[in-house]
Structure formats: structure tokens, C-alpha cells
């Protein structure tokens, strides 16, 4: 990390959204580690004053005593807190793209290389989320963010916090991290047909939507975000084999065409969606389909990474 | 927060409120302290059954009757006890509606109040070291609150060593904070309960009813020498005016600016007296007191006089020379010191004249008197039998057993009788020796009696008719463990065994008595005045100083604790990374020095090129660390390897 001048060093924005540079990996030290007393630490501070008052107004040494023990608890309570977050080693994990409206999953890595262990950590990104680390440990926690809007969405910042011992003072680290995932569009929820009907673009072998109630069905996938719930195998759900998918078998039977100038919807996003919704069934069903938006244009194929390529060039049109 | 998650959180803080509140029970009011407990017991049930807690109209009700039974009690809630009183209703009361967290710390913020109120009754340090203890149990159910996983042992040692880290700090602020005394308007006015001690007269058995206390009364510190035990009559009340059975204290003491100019003579002794809270402003100085602290005086039976509070501790630098000479009697004296209730009996006239009181000086008498209590069957007794009717007659001769009142009273009686004014002077005798403390301990089982008779040429002189009777018991001070055990004065125990446990017994309380001396000197006694003496004994006169020597120590110590509480035990940088840094840093002697920037890939690639013998190795070494430090899975014999090849590198 660069060295801050004064000003930069006390700006408000460092304090909650932690500083700009952002890193993959963070070691927590004093720079990016903040200490304030919490509501109850400053209500210890009036019982502290009441216990005060009362050896004053006695001239009781040991009630003097005891207010003076409670004070340098309180006091020594910032170093332990502190040191409830120093030196845990962050790093960013892996995360998944999503389409918009999911939650987005980031992963993060934290470890405790030190011996001591750590009894009460939360991180918050948009919920919170408690864990203890013990010693040495390392733990990958998953935080999730709200998406709205498809293209890349950064990770805001992460802020790790704690209070123990005594809950008297909450140290706090807002970190801001180099991760980002990827948001595709919302497919649409009404299933329209492909586009069989827009003419010259789709070249098709075999009808697929005639296909697509047939017979030839052909295996099981895990269920994945964004399949048709049509296609759910609710047979095995119902036996409690967890959630699959029906796949069809399409291959090599059609070559679909999706166009961007064909699409029905009033606006960009409409149209986006509703090619995300055709790219997810056409890969579910196993169909060729090209893919022509305003500037791109992929040939037809059919597969993941095929799949992938399609849906990121739609997230960031 | 679920509550049903926390039982253990609930079940420590009710534990660690019963504790605090249980030597509430000699303070606060029965009907309070029953309400207390019942409260108390409610809530430990609710955890098991927590439908049967309150609510909230229930809740309302019960704080309603508490209110009512604190007014009955107290009628108003300001001073110690109506406080007191006040604070562990409310803590009951809060008890019952446990909801949130912030509940859990208001209950917890109470128990320190009702801690501390505890102080307020008592200061011993047993009392001291128990709310410590209790203490560390209600910041373990901070710390339990603040864990996700509340373990019990645990939350008590990070309590613990909490509390120990903090004691530096807080043993500067006590010395170092300025104690200033509360202004006049915010004192209480309190009333206590009668203490035990030497009262303003004197009956037949009131001083040995004392004989079987040992209560502490008062101890000394000679700056030199400590006078012998013969010499250690410390003066308290003087009886002039008796009824033949009662003797009481001359009210009128106008006469003390008639009062001859005393002579004193030979080593006078100096010495520091501590006096315990009393009841009565008395102060106990060795005879004859020369000088003393301004907030005392000395009347006219040269007794000091406390004009201030007697119910709070206090010390007195004193100086009393032995030895004295009071001069001339004044008429009032003569005339207090020679009364009697009524005409003497046959016997006891017949008595003085045997013993040549009437015709012979007084020294004469007095010596025949003293030697007459040695040869006939006299005896000395903690519990003499009662003498209800002439009690002085029965005494001389029917029973001829007594205490040293009884001793001082027919003295003073025969003196009277033949013309000599005396007049008995009580207060405390002898005093044990703390050796490990070098001070002397004055309880109430050393009250004395004995006698002053005005002489020609000498003034009021001591005379203790107890000595004659019983000279160990001057000698040699009570011993008053025994007394205590068996209830007989008895100063050579002939037991070996039990002679050999009271000695170990000696030595205990000797120890536990400079452990309590320094706590009430250092700890207790620490205010205003003493704290000023010390500081200025260090250097430091003034509030600013002390402010600056505050801050300072205060510094001193936190960045010594910094260092011990932060220091990092296991070094933050990675294992995989450390091994790969010292590759490097035999690269580097090699003149191959990893730029900042540069990745493990291109600085392999590097090496490759300088030193192509060396470029398998480097490969091996920069391919391992690359796994272990990014890829998500790796096993412990990486690590073995990456140690083993790193360790056998070279160029």
C-alpha cells in the first residue's frame, strides 16, 4: 500500500468505504482497522461516572478503586479489540456470473495465521454474516450482493467487524476489493416462441418447437440458475435426489438464429432479455444457435463455453 | 437475540447477580431482600419455563408494590442505604424482562453499582477481594455475550487476564487522581450501629464483658524505640464521681485553666496512632501526651479529645513523655477526688487504719494497700462473681475475686477513705507487637483500669493496683487467643500442645495483622491528606504535576502492554511465502534480485537465463509455490517438499 498524506489520511470516506486502491489480497493492520466505543461502551463510560461520583460523595477509596478498575478495563478493551482483527489475511475467492435479479455470490477467503483465535468476526457486504475463526484457521466465506442491473458488477465494500471481548468497542475494516462478477440479463419470464416465423435468419433443419414436446428426450443435467422450471425433473425432486433438469436431444437437428433486429420488446432491455431467455432454452434443448446482436456476431455452435460467450456478450452490450 | 441460545449467558449473569447481592442481606431491609430473592428465584425458573415469566402488566404490578415496599422502608431513595435498597430492587426487577442484548448489559451495568454499594458498608479486604472475584464472573458474561460459541472456562480466563492487565493502570490512577473531599451539602447523614468499646462509666464487670473481644481499637507505629510493656497505659476516660457502685466521668471541666503547668521528663516517644471508626471521639495516647495533631485537644484530665467525626478512620502523630510531673491540685480536684457516696463501713475504716492509712504519709499507705492485695487471698478473674449490693465491701472481704475494675474501684474507695485523692482512669493496657509489621495492635480485650493518686511533689501519679495482684498480666500483655477459647485470663499456658498452637496461631494473626495494617494504611486510609504526604515524599506537590505524572505513567504502561498484548506470536506472512523468500534471498547473493512487480513466472525466467544449470530447480521450486499460494487445493507434503528443496538450493 502507498503511503497516505494527512489529508487523505483522515477523509471520511476511508473510515466506511475503506481506501480506494483496490487489492486482492489484505493483510488487516492498523491502517485499515478502525476503533470507536459502541453504545454500550459509552454507557460503561456513565456507570464508570456514576461509580465515581458515588466513591466521591463517600470518600470511599475502594468504590474509587473498582471505578478506577472499570476504566482501565475499558481502556485496555481497544487494545484487545483490535487485536480481535489484526493480521487476518484476506483474499478474494472465485464467484460465479448470475443473471440480474439473483443474488450474487462473491467468495471470501479470510485466515488466521496467528495462534490466537478469533470468537466473534462479522462481515457484512449486504447481510451480515457471523463466524469464528480458531487457530490457524482458514475459512471461506460466501457474501451476497442484490444485482439489478446485467454487465460487470463490483464487489462494494466489505466491511469485517468484531467486538469482542467485551462489546465495549467495535473495530471495524472497510476493505474495498478488485472482484467483480458477472450479471447477465434477466431472461424473460413469458416463453415465446424461437423466432422461426422472422424469416431469412432462421434456417431450420427440423422444427424444433414441434421437437420440443417429443419423445427424444435425452438425459439429466443438475439444475442450474436460469433453466426452465418446465424442465425440472420434479419426479426426482419428489424423491429427494435434489433438482435436475430434462435435457432434450436437439443436436444437430436445427440451426437457430437469434437477431437482435428481430426481436420483439419495446426497448434494449426487453429485446436482451428475451434473448437470454431463447439462448437458455436452445441450449437446453440442444439446438445450433447462432447469435447476431448490432457489432457481434457469433457462429452457430453449442456447448458451455459457447453458451457463456453468448450470455456475457449480451451483459455487456 | 434468542434467549433460548444464551441460557448459558442468562444462567452466568444470575449466578454472578446472587453472588454480589448475598452480603446485601445484613444491609438492605429483610421485606426488600425477600422480594429481591423471590425475583431472583422467578427468573432462574423462567429459564427452564419461560412461560412462567411476568408480563408486561405483571411486570408494571410487581414495580408498583416495589416502590411502595422501598418508601415503606426508607421514604426516599437518596443516602447509602435507601440507595443501596433502590439498586438491587431495580436489578430484580430487570431480571424478570430480559429481551434483547441491551438488556443483558443494563442488568450487568446494575450489579457493578450494587458492588460497589457494598464497599459502602464494609472495607475489609477479604470484602475487597470477594467483589473482585465477582467482578471477573460479571465480565465473563460480557465476554460470553460477545462469543459466538459462549464457552464457560474460557470466557472466565479472558476475564481474567483482562483484569490483570488492567491493574497497572489502575494502581497509577488510584495513587496519582487528586481525592478531594465531597463538599458539605452532598453528605449523608448516617446513622451507625453501635460499636463495641470502652463506655463513660464504669460498673462492676463493664470492662470484662470487652475482655472477651478482639476487636481491633487501635495500633501504633513508633517512630523509635517501643516503651516497655510496663509503660503502656494508654489514657482513655477518668472517673472521678461515684455512687458506690457506678463510677462516672466529672462533667464540669472548667477547672482546666486553674491546672498547674505539668513538668515532663526523660526520652519522650513518638509515634503515629491509627485509630479504627469508634463511637466515642476519645483518643487513646500513651501517658502522658506531650503533643498531638491540631484536630485534637487535651482536657482537663488530660485526656485527647477528637473534635472531628469519630465514626471515620483516622491517623495522629503524637508525642507522650512517661515521665511527669502534673504539679499543684486545684480545689475543684480535690474536691471531685475525695467525694464519696456515704460514710464508710466498720470494716473498711478498720482496714485503713490496720493499714496505717490514717497516720502514716500516703506512699506508706499505698504500698501497705498494694501489699495487702498480694498477701492475702486475692485473685484475679475475668468473671468474678456479682456484687450486687456494697459491692466494694464484698469484694475487700467476701469474695476476693475480681476483674481490674473492681481492683481500681476499692483502691480509689480506701484512698478516698483516708483522705487522699485519687481516681480511677480507664482505657487500654499493654499491646501486642506485630513483628513483621513493627507496630503495636491495641484490642478490646487489653481494657484497663487502674488508678491516680495526687501526690506531694509528684502530682497525679499511676498507680495499677492490677499489677500487685497480677503482674504477667502487665507484664505480658492478655493472651487473647486463649482468653478467647477458654474464657480464663491466663498468661502461661502450662499445656505444651495448646502453648505450641497458640503460638502458630500468634503467627497467622500477626501476619493477617500487617496484611490488614498496610491495606488500611495504603488502601483505605488513602485520602486527601495521606495521598498528599506520599505524593510530596515522590516530589509531586501540585495538581498539575500530578497530571502530568498520570499521563505519563499512564503512556508508559500502555505502550508496554501494546507491546505484550499485540505482539504477533506466529509470523503473519504465510509459510509458502516465507520458503519462497528465502529462495529469493539466495538468488539475490547470487545477483539475481526479484524486482517489485515482477511475478514468480517472469522471475523464474530470469533466473533461467543467467543461470541455465540452475533452471530445473527453479522451475520445481517456482511451480510448487505457485500451487500452494494460489491453487485451491495442495497437501501437506508440498509443503515438506517446497521446504526440503528450498533448503537444498544452490547456485
Known sequence: MTDLNLKQRFKLSRFIKGEKTAVKRIVLNQRCIFILPTKRGLGFVVLISLLLLIAFVYNNNLAYLLAFLLASIFFITILHTFKSLANLVLTVGQSQPVFSGESAGFEIIVENLTKQARHNLQAHLQQKVDFTLSTQEKRRITLYSETVKRGWQDISTVTLSSTYPLGLFRAWSPLHFSAKVLVYPKPNIVELPFPEAAGAEINLLNNPVAKKGSDDFYGLKEYQAGDSIKHIHWKAFAKGQGLFSKQYDGNDLSELWLNYEHTPGHNVEERLSQLSRWVIDAEKMGLQYGFKIPGMTIEPNHGKPHYEQCLQALALF | MELAANQRVVIFLLLSIGLITLPHVYHVPLPLFAFFSGLLIWRFIGIWKPSYLPNNILIFLLTVSALLLLYSQHQGVLGRDAGTSLFVTALGLKLLEIKKERDLYLINYLAFIVATSQFLYQQSIIMAAYILFVCCVLLATLVSINSQKPQTIPALKTALIIILQALPITIVIFVLFPRVEAPRWMMFDEQHSARSGLSDSMEPGSISSLGLSDELVFRVKFKGAIPPPNQRYWRGPVFSHTDGKKWTETKQLFFKRF??????????????????PQDKNWVFALDMPVSYPNSLEKNALYQLINKKNPGDRAEYQITSSPQYNTGYITKTELKDNLQLPSEPSEKITKLVQHLQGYDQPAEVFIDALLNHFTTENFHYTLMPPLMEENPIDTFLFETRYGFCSHYAAAFVYLMRVADIPARVVGGYQGGELNKAGGFLEI?????????????????????????????????????IDLQLSTGIVNFNPTNVNISKAISWLKQARQMWGTVDYSWQRWVINYTGANQAKFLSSLGIHDFKAMAYWLLGCIGFITIVL????????????????RLYQVFCQKMAKAGVKKQNGETAQQFCMRVQQQYPQLAEKAELITDLYIKLRYAQCYTEEDFALLKQKVASFKY
Open chain 2, 562 to 577: 501494546a507491546w505484550f498484548i499485540l505482539k504477533v506470536k506466529q509470523n503473519v506472512v504465510a509459510k509458502e511465502l
Open chain 2, 259 to 276: 491546672l498547674d503547668k505539668p513538668h515532663y521528663q526523660g526520652t519522650a516517644y513518638q509515634y503515629t496512632l491509627m485509630m479504627e
Open chain 2, 443 to 479: 484490642r478490646q480485650a487489653n481494657a484497663h483500669a487502674w488508678v491516680e493518686v495526687w501526690l506531694k511533689n509528684k502530682g497525679w501519679t499511676r498507680f495499677d493496683p492490677t499489677a500487685a495482684i497480677a503482674p504477667e498480666r502487665i507484664e505480658q500483655d492478655v493472651n
